[in-house]
T-cell receptor, first 111, second 117 residues
């Protein structure tokens, strides 16, 4: 799995967009970018994933640069409940293999 | 859909006793389930990979005789912490991927907080 780099922490005002960056300069052509988050004392929650096209679902948008060496997770209107640790994970989509969690970005949404 | 449950959510036990944690996929079948643990202020660390009908695969440094894993069906995996000690106190989390998934998305249980006195 390709290595990822994320800022350790970020703040965002409630109602504003939260843009969480992730660098993955060694990503291979068949590796996907996955985002998960973990709210305190809960299990991680899947957010979104993508290969090379931008993706959007009910939770967030994922913007992947054309060279695929970095990506940004966007929470369009952050709420206090979005306060969590966000993990960017790059890996081949293959069943039967665990996720390799790094340190992630601790996002604090403030009133 | 794709819900994973764990039971119990919280357990306190005395040193030397054994504790069983159950992980169930409620609305899908999972050939493989994973067990992680998380110490305070740290990230999740994989303990073992649990395969239905076969022996679990343990990560380096995880004692297989201490952390017994049974994956008896496509919807249930159990982790038994034997002869628990205070250093085993941690947050234990399981995950699973639907057998029919094409995207390899993993779904996590809510976790079990184990405190060993």
């Amino acid at each position: 799995d390709a290595k990822t780099t994320q800022p350790p922490s970020m703040d965002c005002a409630e109602g504003r967009a939260a843009n969480l960056p992730c660098n993955h300069s060694t990503i291979s052509g068949n590796e996907y970018v996955y985002w998960y988050r973990q709210i305190h004392s809960q299990g991680p929650q899947y957010i979104i994933h993508g290969l090379k096209n931008n993706e959007t679902n009910e939770m967030a948008s994922l913007i992947i640069t054309e060279d695929r060496k970095s990506s940004t997770l966007i929470l369009p209107h952050a709420t206090l409940r979005d306060t969590a640790v966000y993990y960017c994970i790059v890996r081949v989509a293959r069943s039967g293999y665990a996720l390799n969690f790094g340190k992630g970005t601790s996002l604090l949404v403030t009133p | 859909g794709a819900v994973v449950s764990q039971h119990p959510s919280r357990v306190i036990c005395k040193s030397g006793t054994s504790v069983k944690i159950e992980c169930r996929s409620l609305d899908f079948q999972a050939t493989t389930m994973f067990w992680y643990r998380q110490f305070p202020k740290q990230s999740l660390m994989l303990m073992a990979t649990s395969n239905e009908g076969s022996k679990a695969t343990y990560e380096q440094g995880v004692e297989k005789d201490k952390f017994l894993i049974n994956h008896a069906s496509l919807t249930l995996s159990t982790l038994t912490v034997t002869s628990a000690h205070p250093e085993d106190s941690s947050f234990y989390i399981c995950s699973a991927t639907p057998r029919t998934s094409h995207t390899d998305t993993q779904y996590f249980g809510p976790g079990t907080r184990l405190t060993v006195l």
